[in-house]
């Protein structure tokens, strides 16, 4: 175990700054994005900088390319936050400027160039805060590029700063492609009737929403906590997509549950909410091997490949009955 002394400052919106609870010592928006010094500078030895291998599979500058048939594109390089646990946070904030549009030419080339690439993410930093101008622009050339299927974008804009999706916005993601969008969001608290209105421009204009959420201890780490979210974005017609295994980035060990915790949530989630509500829990393998899922098993083999199942309840049951 180390000590990091350059813990990243505090960066976070107007909106967040009036959901942060400052009277309330584990207000669950507050331990997201107020500075604990004691906390973020103990580096533990399994902690690393680039914890999920984005150097290891970027291959020319704005592209991270770890799937076959899918690429990030990063036009942006910071966000309007600063998300204590980001699995990205020694890196983007020092990346603050867009792509150039040599740049981004070079990485849309990358992309025309490989005609396995069916879906181009593009993440961040905050990829929905790139200039209306460039971002019409990125939309225009991928509609054009025969081989894309779907556009993805991952954003934490309609959390974090709904005020900034407006009309533009909308009428410059709904081109030729399809195109999903996947919100990230973390607790309940963050679902103000702004976030609402936000996301009803979205989904009114005929574009998907999914989400992403970090398991992070304190919070959202009780099933009370993860029921009360997945519900209340399935009400704001936002699909629970994945539920993030905290990543190992330098001084996040305190934001970490172990995998047999965040299984546990699983369980307790299953049977007593809704199947809508579920996201996958999953765990991006440290180094850039990518996402697999990680929940539960519900199915076990003796040695006589015999198969018994458990339920919800947690009672189990031999497949097919005898």
């Known amino acids: 175990m180390n000590n990091k002394t350059d813990v990243l400052k505090n960066k976070f919106t107007k909106k967040i700054e009036e959901i942060i609870d400052y009277d309330r010592p584990n207000d669950p928006v ?3 994005f107020l500075t604990d010094i004691e906390k973020e500078s103990i580096i533990l030895k399994e902690e690393i900088s680039d914890p ?13 390319h770890r799937y076959p048939d899918r690429v990030l594109l990063i036009p942006k390089g910071d966000c309007l936050v600063t998300c204590r646990f980001c699995f990205r946070k020694w890196k983007l ?48 050339q991928l509609n054009n590029i025969p ?29 030729n492609k399809p195109v999903f969008i996947v919100i990230h969001c973390n607790n309940e608290k ?22 992403q959420t970090a398991l992070l201890k304190g919070v959202n780490s009780e099933a009370e906590d993860l029921e009360a979210l997945f519900r209340k974005l399935i009400t704001i017609r936002v699909k629970p997509y994945y539920l993030h295994h905290c990543d190992l980035v330098e001084g996040t060990g ?6 047999k915790e965040g299984q546990a949530l699983m369980r307790k989630l299953r049977g007593n909410v809704s199947g809508i509500c579920q996201p996958t829990y999953v765990l991006d393998i440290p180094n850039g091997y990518g996402k697999v899922p990680i929940g539960p098993d519900y199915v076990s083999f003796d040695a006589n490949e015999l198969i018994t199942v458990m339920d919800y309840a947690g009672t189990q049951h031999q497949y097919p009955p005898q």
Do not use: M, N
């Open 147 to 175: 081989h894309i299927g779907v556009i993805r974008i991952h954003t934490r804009l309609p959390i974090v700063a709904p005020e900034l999706v407006t009309e533009k916005t909308i009428k410059i993601l709904k081109k």
């Open 254 to 259: 305190h934001f970490r549950t172990t995998i």
């Open 30 to 32: 507050s331990l997201q």
């Open 93 to 140: 904030p020092h990346e603050k400027t867009e792509l150039t549009y040599e740049e981004l030419e070079g990485a849309l080339d990358y992309i025309r160039s490989d005609p396995q690439i069916w879906e181009v993410v593009l993440s961040g930093g905050e990829p929905l805060a790139t200039s209306e101008e460039k971002l019409e622009y990125i939309f225009k």
């Open 190 to 211: 963050e679902i103000t009737d702004d976030v609402k209105k936000c996301c009803d421009l979205f989904v009114d204009s005929g574009i998907p929403l999914l989400s």
């Open 52 to 64: 999920i291998g984005d150097d290891r599979c970027s291959k020319i500058k704005g592209i991270i």
